[in-house]
C-alpha cells in the first residue's frame, strides 16, 4: 500500500537514505539540481522513496521555481512570547493578500524546529516568519533555512545570522530596563533583584539588568542581583503556579531586596502574592514589575507594572518585510531594531 506524503514518511525516507530532511523533501519536491545537490545523493533518496511506497506530489513538482502563495509561521506558543497572539492577525492580513499559512508551534525545541522546516521545504512555502533566539540558530537550524526564497527572523535579542539571507527583525529589552532602574532610583530603590531562570534564552535579559544596576553604581553581582527560577523538566506552562513554587522552595523572603523584576507577568503576579503572604507589602516595601504587559495586568490590585515588547508594532514591522521581498525575494537582508518601553504602574510605587 502506497504511504502517505507526511512528515513520518519525510523522516524515515531521511533516515534510511543518511539525508537531512530538508534535503529529502527539496529533491522529492523536484528542486535537487535548481540547489546544486548531487545527482548521486538525489538519487538515493529517490531509490529509498521508491522502495517505501512514496508517490511524489504531482502538483508540487508541476511548481518548481512557480510561488505557492504560502507562507509558514514558526512560532513559541509559551505565553512569554506574547507577540504569538497576532499570529491570527498576520494569517488574516496574508489571506487578504492572497496567501494562505501554515503555522507551527517550534515548543522551543531543536528537533521540532527541523521537522517543521522541512515539512515546509517539502510545502514548497514561499517566506518563511521564524521566531528565534541565537542559542537556537545551529548551524543545522540555518543550513535548513537557506533554501527558503525569503526569511523573516524574530527575536527579543540582537541576532547572529552568519551568512544566512534573511531580514531580522529584534526588540532589545535594554531600554524597557533602563526606565525600569531609572524609576526604582527616583523612588528611593536600592537593592533591586531580578527573578529569572538563568538558561541560554535569558541571558541577554540579564545582561540588561546588570548593565541597568552597574550604570546606578547599585551590586550587579549575580549572588546580590539575580534569583534563581530554574525551569521545570519537562516544562510547565502554568508559569504563575511555577514561580510561586519557586518562590516557596527557595525563600524568596530571606532575601534582602527593595525592587523585584521578574521575567514574565505571570511570574511577577506571583510574586506579589507571595511577599504579602509573608508580610512585606507591594509597592510600600517592594516595588514589582512584570515582563510582557500582559491586558490583564491592568486589573490587578495593585495594578501591575510591565515592560511592554510592543507586540503590535514588532508584528506590523514583521508583516511589512515579509511582503517586500515575497515580492522581491533579491533584497539584501537587512536589520530593523525596535525598543522596549517601563509601563509604571501601581505594583512599581
Not at 519557586?246 to 523584576?261: G, I, M, P, T, W
Request: hydrophobic share 40%; with cysteine.
Amino acid at each position: 500500500m502506497t504511504k502517505d506524503r507526511t512528515r513520518t514518511t519525510l523522516k524515515t525516507i531521511a533516515a534510511e537514505a543518511g539525508l537531512g530532511l530538508s534535503t529529502v523533501g527539496l529533491i522529492l519536491n523536484g528542486r535537487g539540481d535548481e540547489l546544486g545537490i548531487p545527482q548521486k545523493t538525489q538519487q538515493r533518496a529517490m531509490d529509498v522513496a521508491r522502495r517505501q511506497g512514496y508517490r511524489p506530489n504531482s502538483l508540487a513538482l508541476g511548481l518548481v521555481g512557480k510561488s505557492t502563495q504560502t507562507v509558514g509561521l514558526l512560532l513559541p506558543s509559551s505565553p512569554f512570547f506574547p507577540q504569538n497572539l497576532s499570529a491570527q492577525e498576520i494569517s488574516i492580513r496574508l489571506y487578504r493578500k492572497g496567501y494562505q499559512t501554515y503555522l507551527v508551534d517550534s515548543l522551543h525545541d531543536h528537533d521540532v524546529i527541523l521537522d517543521a522546516l522541512a515539512e515546509m521545504a517539502a510545502r514548497r512555502v514561499d517566506g518563511v516568519v521564524f521566531s528565534t533566539t541565537n542559542h537556537m540558530l545551529t548551524p543545522e537550524i540555518l543550513r535548513a533555512l537557506k533554501p527558503f526564497p525569503v526569511t523573516v527572523l524574530m527575536s527579543h535579542e540582537p541576532l547572529e545570522r552568519g551568512s544566512l539571507w534573511a531580514h531580522a527583525i529584534w526588540e532589545t529589552i535594554q531600554s524597557g530596563v533602563d526606565e525600569m532602574m531609572d524609576h526604582f532610583i527616583t523612588t528611593g530603590r536600592r537593592k533591586p533583584m531580578m527573578a529569572v531562570n538563568l538558561g541560554k534564552s535569558n541571558l541577554s535579559k540579564v545582561a540588561a539588568f546588570q548593565t541597568a544596576l552597574t550604570r546606578h553604581g547599585l551590586d550587579a553581582a549575580d549572588e546580590k542581583a539575580l534569583f534563581n527560577t530554574p525551569i521545570h523538566n519537562p516544562p510547565r506552562y502554568d508559569y504563575y503556579s511555577y514561580f510561586l513554587e519557586r518562590f516557596e522552595s527557595q525563600k524568596l523572603f530571606s532575601r534582602d531586596f527593595d525592587a523585584l523584576f521578574c521575567t514574565s507577568d505571570e511570574g511577577a503576579a506571583a510574586a506579589i502574592n507571595y511577599l504579602e503572604q509573608h508580610g512585606r507589602r507591594v509597592p510600600e516595601d517592594v516595588a514589582v514589575v512584570g515582563l510582557n504587559n500582559a491586558p490583564w495586568t491592568r486589573a490587578m490590585k495593585p495594578p501591575l507594572a510591565s515592560i511592554s515588547w510592543r507586540a503590535t508594532d514588532s508584528w506590523e514591522l514583521v508583516l511589512r518585510r515579509l511582503i517586500e521581498r515575497l515580492n522581491d525575494p533579491g533584497m539584501e537582508p537587512g536589520t530593523d531594531e525596535l525598543t522596549t518601553h517601563f509601563v509604571r504602574r501601581d505594583s512599581a510605587g
